[in-house]
């Protein structure tokens, strides 16, 4: 398990120049945005417009912060997102136009390669102790909000707002947590 401190995250402009994106974690550790093989990150959406496209990529977007954003995704029916929703699976692949219900939101994207990965993305809210299962893959734990304690195999940890819980083999365990947080976990895998 590592910790990855809010304030080491990487911040980088978007593919279409846009707007910046900060990157939680990234896999190769080296790669960039057209090489990655996994990619988790934040971003903040100021205005209308075009997603970038990514060739082959599978993306998972939940809004953490702001009014809501309606997605026009090619061949589907407009979505609205809301910090209330389930974080909402697609093609990045396809053309996809972002629309402001109200003000600037910032979102959640979690993005993997098609050919080899698979990914899914939860959002856990936290009041007191909590055991989240953790599937026998690599893992990412988000505490957007607030604050908590963990515990896995021994191991022990504090992670604040913006930081995040790499676990590269979760090999089916249990991570045990405890505080008062919104969090959302990021499972990775080959597949």
Known sequence: ???LRAG???HMPWKNGKGETVEIAVFPPDASI???DWRISMATVAEDGPFSIFP??????AIL??????????????????TASDPLGFRADVPVAARLKDGAITDLNVMTRRDGLAHTLIRIDVDGSRAVPLSPSTCLFLCHRG?????RDGETGALAAGDALLIE?????VLEIDGDARCYLASLTTG
């Open 34 to 36: 057209n090489d990655f």
């Open 1 to 3: 398990m590592r910790i």
């Open 56 to 61: 082959g990529i599978d993306r998972t977007l």
């Open 147 to 151: 604050a908590l304690s963990f515990r």
């Open 8 to 10: 080491d995250h990487k």
């Open 65 to 82: 912060d702001g009014n809501g954003m309606v997605l026009d995704i090619e061949g589907s029916a407009p979505v609205l997102l809301t």
């Open 169 to 173: 083999d979760a090999a089916a365990t």
